[in-house]
């Protein structure tokens, strides 16, 4: 929902009001989703009140996966933004704040530990 907010706001600021209004919807909608696949899934309800070490350590693994993924696909835009001899900075500003993020956290979880 927040997030739905936030892409309303955006929207409605930059001049682009289906943008505000959609992006609104499909949130308000995901969230909904996600209420009712809650009460038939036992995954997707643990996920929500996530009090299941199992299903925590799961929702970690995949998020690492996805990083891994997102990792991967901003180094290769970035190599193909370049070799096209096109501007490659919005992958350079990507991959800068993912490896910022990295460092960041191994010195906070480091010194947690």
């Known amino acids: ?5 936030a892409y309303l706001i955006a929207g409605w600021l930059g001049g ?3 943008f505000a209004v959609g992006g609104l919807v499909v949130m ?6 996600m ?3 809650g009460r038939f899934s036992e995954t997707v309800a643990r996920l ?9 350590l799961i929702d970690t693994r995949a998020t690492v996966f996805t990083g891994m993924v997102l990792i991967t ?3 290769v835009g970035f190599i ?3 070799a096209r001899g096109e501007d490659g900075d ?3 500003m990507l991959g800068a704040i993912g490896g910022v993020s990295y460092i960041a956290a191994l010195v906070v979880l480091r010194f947690r530990r």
């Open 1 to 5: 929902m927040a997030i739905g907010v």
């Open 16 to 18: 682009d009001r289906d």
């Open 28 to 33: 308000v909608v995901f969230a909904a989703v």
């Open 35 to 37: 209420l009712i696949a």
């Open 48 to 56: 929500l009140d996530r009090r299941d070490e199992r299903i925590n």
């Open 73 to 75: 696909a901003v180094i």
């Open 80 to 82: 193909v933004a370049i």
């Open 90 to 92: 919005p992958y350079a």
